[in-house]
């Protein structure tokens, strides 16, 4: 089935209440908000609403509060403030609790033009548990629901389901974030220009296990760098010193690589690697795929970097989703920026590049390269939920295109 689906522009607004699910979980601190990205991601949304004359409730979590009341630490005040200074006009924030008295009055007060923040929705369990009642009071607010959180497109918190199937009766759309989102990750798989390269990596092989099945077979060329790769080496027979290995995942790595072998996808795997004696670093080696009992393999080494950039540099398209090494202790950061770098070479030479959500986001962007890619996901765990294929209840519920 298409991942396409109507959007904020699909539909009349002026004059109605359009209820947004947005991503507003931000990084906070004693001095404030640490990162506002996510703020700045839904502004195309929540403009497109106001210039044609409508009126926008948003409503989003933080953090992991208990869901038993207010708790002052994840309170979303400093997102209001965030968020009017971006807009330029005030932003409501009424109420202690999303459904008290306050709430509701100030939502039913707003005029065409207005902006009204709701307060952390897991302050209540039901938003976690996506429960029903809880869903239909806050679906009380709009006259249009639309969802431009990405990010937690694959769970099926209240917000993200339940409040839309109780706007049944009402349009139901993608907010310009998510539209975005949904054309490179959903046009990624469905409709992807050859070579299609995929690269993964990270820490866990058991992460990735349900990408890689989805992937062997659709993608010509599966780059596999990071942590990840010593699980599949030591099950091909390598000593891999003191890396990071999942041993329970040896027998099913094995299973895996076999059906790579027997599928039309090219697997690449690191030939050297990057080793020190700890995390914290010390001297430095370069070793092949078999490392001494005494070393770990903290990034990928400077054959291995130059392949797979030689891969994804020829490529027309690709996915990249974790990083290549542990990145953010300098010097053994250089594979994935070996990496990142190529992606732009792609994306200079007309290729399609997409960077998964989390580290590698985090990653490219530290290397001031995420606006010379094709798109940064938003979502981590989302975009892998969309390499593999699995269930996006959120989407599943707006209306197609």
């Known amino acids: 089935m298409s991942s396409a689906r109507k959007t904020i522009d699909d539909v009349e607004v002026a004059d109605r209440s359009v209820l947004v699910r947005v991503d507003f979980n931000v990084p906070l601190s004693d001095a404030g908000i640490d990162d506002d990205t996510r703020i700045r991601a839904a502004l195309p949304t929540i403009t497109s609403v106001l210039d044609r004359g409508g009126r926008v409730v948003l409503m989003s979590h933080l953090g992991r509060p208990k869901g038993t009341g207010a708790e002052p630490a994840f309170s979303l005040a400093p997102v209001a403030v965030r968020l009017a200074e971006l807009l330029g006009r005030p ?5 202690a609790d999303c459904l008290d008295d306050q709430t509701r009055d100030g939502v039913a007060a707003m005029k065409a033009g207005d902006v009204l923040l709701l ?6 369990a039901g938003e976690k ?20 959180a990405f990010g ?24 310009k974030l998510l539209e975005r989102e949904l054309q490179y990750l959903g046009a990624a798989i469905e409709q992807a220009e050859r070579p299609f390269v995929a690269i993964l990596g990270g820490a866990k092989i058991s992460d990735k296990l349900k990408t890689i099945r989805r992937l062997a077979g ?8 990071g942590a990840m790769a010593f699980t599949l080496l030591r099950a091909m027979g390598h000593d891999v010193g003191r890396s990071l290995v999942e041993s329970s995942m040896i027998e099913e790595a094995k299973t895996m690589l076999a059906e790579l072998e027997s599928s039309s996808t090219t697997l690449l795997l690191p030939s050297d690697f990057v080793c020190a004696e700890s995390t914290d670093g010390g001297e430095r080696s370069v070793h092949g795929r078999d ?6 393999g903290l990034d990928i080494g400077p054959e291995t970097a ?20 542990l990145f953010e202790v300098p010097p053994f950061d250089a594979g994935t920026r070996r990496v990142a770098e190529a992606m732009v070479a792609a994306t200079v030479a007309g290729a399609t590049t997409i960077v998964g959500g989390g580290d ?3 990653a490219i962007q530290g290397f001031e390269m995420g606006d010379r890619v094709s798109h940064v996901s938003t979502g981590g765990g989302a975009s892998l939920t969309m390499l593999e294929g699995g269930a996006m209840p959120a989407l599943s519920v707006l209306d197609p295109a």
């Open 218 to 225: 659709t993608v010509d060329t599966l780059i596999v760098g």
């Open 152 to 175: 937690a497109a694959h769970r099926s918190d209240a917000s993200m389901v339940a409040v839309r199937e109780a706007m049944a009766d009402r349009p139901g759309v993608a907010g």
């Open 91 to 95: 932003v409501a924030f009424p109420g």
């Open 291 to 296: 490392i001494p009992a005494d070393l770990m």
């Open 360 to 362: 590698t986001a985090s």
């Open 306 to 325: 130059k392949t797979f950039a030689a891969a994804v540099e020829s490529a027309r398209t690709v996915v990249w989703n974790g990083p290549m090494g």
């Open 119 to 124: 307060e952390n929705l897991r302050f209540h």
């Open 129 to 148: 548990k996506g429960d029903a009642a809880f869903a239909a009071a806050l679906a009380e607010y709009g006259d249009v629901y639309c969802n431009d």
